[in-house]
């Protein structure tokens, strides 16, 4: 992926910076780092990309007026609640009977959260080792598609490659980063027991 010029800074540095100045833009740079992570959780609830879609950029929205509420040690734990909890009130106003509703104080890390909260991070830990394994080109389309939020023109003319390709490149990197998560969750599943 194309490098950052806030790649260097942590998650905990910028949220710092947000309480240093309130700029949300801070905020905001996190979120894009991610954008894709909040998508698999989406689909993984929802099952629909186009609403899934949806539901990230309402949750961007929703993080905006809860980071300043809250004392956030793992962002992307945080991050993770706040969109699980976001997809479960969605199925609720669906229809979707037995789910059960995360109340705003599962939202806040809680010492009771701490299990879960680490098993979360782990998974996108290696959400993240999975992007890395997808080839250059299925790496870079999904990057431009889902982080980017181009459009498949737009990603052609930057890419070189044919509207074919970036179609492909996009479908099979998403079928791929599915297939190299099932097995690293199975993975880290066998090497906890």
């Given at each position: 992926m194309k490098p950052n010029?806030?790649?260097?800074?942590?998650?905990?540095?910028?949220?710092?910076?947000?309480?240093?100045?309130?700029?949300?833009?801070?905020?905001?740079?996190?979120?894009?780092?991610?954008?894709?992570?909040?998508?698999?959780?989406?689909?993984?609830?929802?099952?629909?990309?186009?609403?899934?879609?949806?539901?990230?950029?309402?949750?961007?929205?929703?993080?905006?007026?809860?980071?300043?509420?809250?004392k956030i040690d793992y962002?992307?734990?945080?991050?993770?609640?706040?969109?699980?909890?976001?997809?479960?009130?969605?199925?609720?106003?669906?229809?979707?009977?037995?789910?059960?509703?995360?109340?705003?104080?599962?939202?806040?890390?809680?010492?009771?959260?701490?299990?879960?909260?680490?098993?979360?991070?782990?998974?996108?830990?290696?959400?993240?080792?999975?992007?890395?394994?997808?080839?250059?080109?299925?790496?870079?389309?999904?990057?431009?598609?889902?982080?980017?939020?181009?459009?498949?023109?737009?990603?052609?003319?930057?890419?070189?490659?044919?509207?074919?390709?970036?179609?492909?490149?996009?479908?099979?990197?998403?079928?791929?980063?599915?297939?190299?998560?099932?097995?690293?969750?199975?993975?880290?599943?066998?090497?906890?027991?």
């Amino acid at each position: 992926m194309k490098p950052n010029r806030y790649d260097h800074i942590s998650d905990n540095e910028l949220l710092e910076l947000y309480q240093a100045d309130n700029n949300q833009e801070w905020i905001g740079i996190l979120l894009q780092r991610y954008t894709l992570l909040l998508l698999g959780v989406c689909m993984k609830y929802l099952k629909d990309e186009t609403e899934a879609r949806d539901c990230v950029q309402q949750i961007f929205l929703k993080v905006l007026t809860e980071v300043p509420k809250y004392k956030i040690d793992y962002f992307k734990s945080w991050l993770y609640m706040v969109a699980k909890n976001h997809c479960l009130m969605r199925l609720r106003q669906r229809g979707a009977r037995g789910l059960k509703e995360l109340s705003e104080q599962h939202i806040a890390v809680a010492e009771t959260d701490k299990q879960e909260l680490l098993q979360n991070e782990q998974t996108y830990d290696l959400l993240e080792e999975a992007i890395e394994e997808l080839s250059e080109e299925q790496k870079r389309c999904v990057n431009l598609f889902y982080l980017q939020k181009k459009s498949y023109q737009e990603i052609t003319a930057q890419t070189g490659f044919n509207l074919m390709q970036v179609k492909s490149y996009i479908q099979n990197g998403k079928r791929n980063l599915k297939i190299i998560l099932e097995k690293k969750l199975k993975q880290s599943g066998q090497q906890r027991k």
